[in-house]
């Protein structure tokens, strides 16, 4: 790993950016870069690229920069850059250096060992509480422009550097679960000092054993000792951690001379830090830390809470309360209502648009944002997308006596969404149909994934049978059937100015046992181009003499119906096809062939 050290004198300003081998790095002014160099005029918004190999680094400048890459003197467009080499862009100082990091010895044990707890932290007072105020102000900046984690990483470090004058070198570490410490980033005060080598029983004391800050004191050694824990010159370290609750757990690691040599902006000559002083540069991390914690615990709900957003409604989520990830959510078997919405129309566009696969795609995914947002509108839980289809469901996470009613009202605020948009042909959504079948029953529902991942399903017969009906529309020629259940809970519950159905007829679905009434809902009578009160009336008529084995009668209730009724159309043909007589063995139902 190398690190890129930048520095300009007017204004001074001084960063560190960690470079990956194998990555490639933007230099530039624009926010979008990978190194963003803001301060420096005479660099252009993207001026160069950086790619790292194990032992050296390419530079290019881009097209559109002005000013050359200065190296060695001259100007350039390309170089090829070691450790130790420095570039200059406009007039800012670039120098390359390479890291290098391994954990130290775990059996020499500090000379004294201090274990912190809060209230004893409390009671340490700051000798420079406003500059340590100063660069705290500064830390939720560093938050909210990191774009990625190893930036935060790179830009955490260098904010403690600055809050500890004292410490030589700091470090983001980790331990695994497996019990491997990992160091994600590290900096050390003086770039070209050597190794950094942190005590691993430091840092499974602080992050494993104790969790808290420790801080270890080893005895001055006049010689350097390979197997010296944490490198000669340093002879003290603590290490505090930010997260434990989490796995990974991890925190941060700092270490330096008790003997410092004072830099640039301090008293020259030498000094002896105090204990008192090493206490406050514990606190002061400490404070760091808890921030990090609290920011990280914030961003995680906000993610869960987004997440969680894509499924549940406004009234779900505001009962949930802050914290979403209870047990309320784990699966259980309870009584729902399911909702599947297909996409007619999909395969034909799919062949239409090979050329244009990307463009068919928003379609498709406006379209299920139809179908979604009136599933969250009306109450319900979105579940999987199954292609171009949908799954709603009600009753869970908390049960509902209104659930029936609701999704009836989704499943009409989709179909008159859908009839709105065809009505305008140039909309992108114009040439799409959709297909819903409503079933209700019992199911196991509940989330499944980790606390930062969640994925809301539900499962069992009565999806099955959902996802039948909504198939049977294409075969029965309406856009929303519904099975026996549902219908009458409408016909019993729904205020008929929100929502109607009627009998279609009995059929055995492909693969079932037992034979079901379907129906259709229906939106209110006055909505245009609907069937009347009466109208419905007869079909139902019509329907009971099919199912009856009288199918001259039936015949006579269904061609009354309007021309524009497409539902007619299925039990005509059959009559037809039977002379209006029905077959000698007739079981009162129709047996579906296909799915």
């Not at 000669?232 to 410092?260: H, I, K, M, N």
């Not at 906000?302 to 009962?319: H, S, T, V």
């Not at 395969?347 to 009136?374: C, F, N, Y």
Request: charged share 25%; aromatic share 8%; hydrophobic share 40%.
């Amino acid at each position: 790993m190398f690190e890129l050290i930048t520095e300009s004198l007017e204004p001074h300003q001084r960063d560190h950016f960690s470079l990956i081998p194998g990555e490639s790095y933007v230099v530039g002014r624009e926010a979008d870069s990978d190194i963003v160099i803001d301060w420096d005029d005479a660099i252009s918004r993207h001026h160069a690229r950086i790619d790292v190999a194990t032992d050296h680094l390419q530079i290019e400048r881009c097209p559109a920069a002005t000013n050359p890459i200065f190296f060695e003197g001259h100007g350039t467009s390309s170089c090829r850059l070691k450790s130790g080499d420095i570039f200059v862009l406009g007039t800012t100082r670039f120098l390359i250096v390479q890291k290098s990091a391994e954990m130290g010895e775990t059996d020499v044990p500090p000379f004294q060992e201090m274990a912190f707890d809060q209230q004893e932290l409390k009671q340490i007072r700051f000798r420079d509480a406003d500059k340590r105020l100063e660069v705290l102000a500064n830390l939720s900046e560093v938050i909210r422009a990191s774009r990625t984690e190893a930036d935060l990483h790179s830009r955490l470090v260098n904010l403690i550097l600055a809050g500890v004058p004292y410490a030589e070198a700091v470090a983001i570490i980790e331990l695994t679960p497996q019990g491997e410490v990992k160091i994600n980033h590290w900096i050390r005060r003086h770039e070209t000092a050597g190794k950094f080598r942190p005590s691993s029983r430091l840092i499974t004391d602080a992050l494993s054993q104790k969790k808290r800050s420790i801080l270890h004191i080893w005895e001055k050694r006049e010689e350097p000792d390979s197997g010296y824990t944490a490198v000669a010159e340093f002879d003290w370290a603590f290490c505090t951690p930010v997260e434990f609750e989490q796995s990974p757990v991890w925190g941060l690691y700092l270490a330096g001379q008790r003997e410092y040599q004072l830099g640039e902006g301090l008293p020259q000559g030498q000094m002896v830090i105090e204990s008192s002083q090493l206490k406050a540069d514990v606190k002061f991390v400490e404070i760091v830390s808890q921030i990090l914690n609290s920011v990280q615990r914030t961003t995680r709900l906000e993610r869960q809470q987004a997440g969680f957003r894509q499924f549940f409604a406004p009234p779900i989520l505001a009962a949930l309360g802050d914290n979403p990830n209870t047990d309320l959510l784990e699966p259980r078997e309870c009584d729902v209502t399911v909702l599947f919405c297909d996409l007619r129309g999909f395969s034909q566009r799919a062949e239409e648009s090979s050329g244009d696969l990307i463009g068919l795609l928003d379609r498709v995914s406006k379209a299920l944002g139809v179908m979604t947002s009136q599933i969250l509108e009306h109450g319900g839980v979105t579940g999987d997308f199954q292609g171009d289809a949908a799954l709603g469901f009600w009753g869970w996470p908390f049960a509902s006596s209104t659930s029936v009613k609701q999704a009836c009202l989704a499943a009409l605020a989709i179909r008159s969404e859908f009839a709105r948009i065809q009505s305008h042909k140039e909309h992108p959504l114009a040439q799409f149909q959709m297909g819903i079948g409503i079933a209700h029953g019992r199911a196991v529902a509940g989330k499944i994934g980790t606390t930062d991942q969640v994925k809301v399903t539900v499962f069992g017969p009565v999806v099955n049978l959902a996802s039948r009906l909504e198939g049977m529309t294409k075969i029965m020629r309406v856009p929303i059937l519904v099975d026996e259940t549902i219908a009458n809970l409408v016909r019993k519950q729904a205020d008929p100015t929100e929502a109607r159905v009627r009998k279609l007829g009995r059929v055995l679905p492909y693969g079932f046992e037992k034979p079901l009434m379907v129906s259709e809902l229906l939106p209110p009578a006055s909505t245009d181009g609907t069937l009347s009160d009466a109208q419905l009336a007869d079909y139902e008529a019509g329907v009971d003499r099919f199912i009856e084995g009288d199918w001259e009668t039936a015949y006579q209730f269904l061609h009354g119906m309007p021309a524009t009724d497409r539902a007619q159309d299925f039990l005509n043909l059959i009559i037809a096809q039977n002379n209006r007589t029905a077959p000698d063995n007739w079981p009162g139902f129709i047996r579906m062939e296909r799915k």
